[in-house]
């Protein structure tokens, strides 16, 4: 006797049976090694950045020119939270990784 299409579906939206698995595909290694150095590099241009706003801030301070001041102070706060989220993007991950794995 035959499963209906419907309870065949709802079965499966119920327990897939999915879970992440490392090694099950070969080159993980490298798409790894790629993904961190693509962080290191954001990281790196972040702190170009940040150096580049505050320099930008400072000038503007000391010359008077409130649109570059500003300008400046805004390009801290964004480099400073692109480096929050680069270092923290792991974290991240992780954290609402197991949080969903919790859904049932």
Known sequence: ??????????????????????????????????????????????????????????WGHHTGGHQAEANGKKGAVVAAGAALGLGAANGIVAFFSGLGSQVS
């Not at 006797?1 to 698995?21: C, E, H």
């Not at 993980?28 to 702190?47: D, E, P, Q, R, T």
């Open 1 to 58: 006797m035959s499963v209906p299409l419907a309870d065949r579906v709802i079965q499966l939206a119920y327990d897939p049976g999915i879970t992440p698995k490392g090694g099950g595909l070969p080159g993980l290694a490298v798409l790894k090694n790629v993904v961190n150095s693509i962080n290191m590099f954001g990281i790196i241009a972040v702190v170009g950045a940040l150096a580049v706003s505050l320099g930008v801030w400072a």
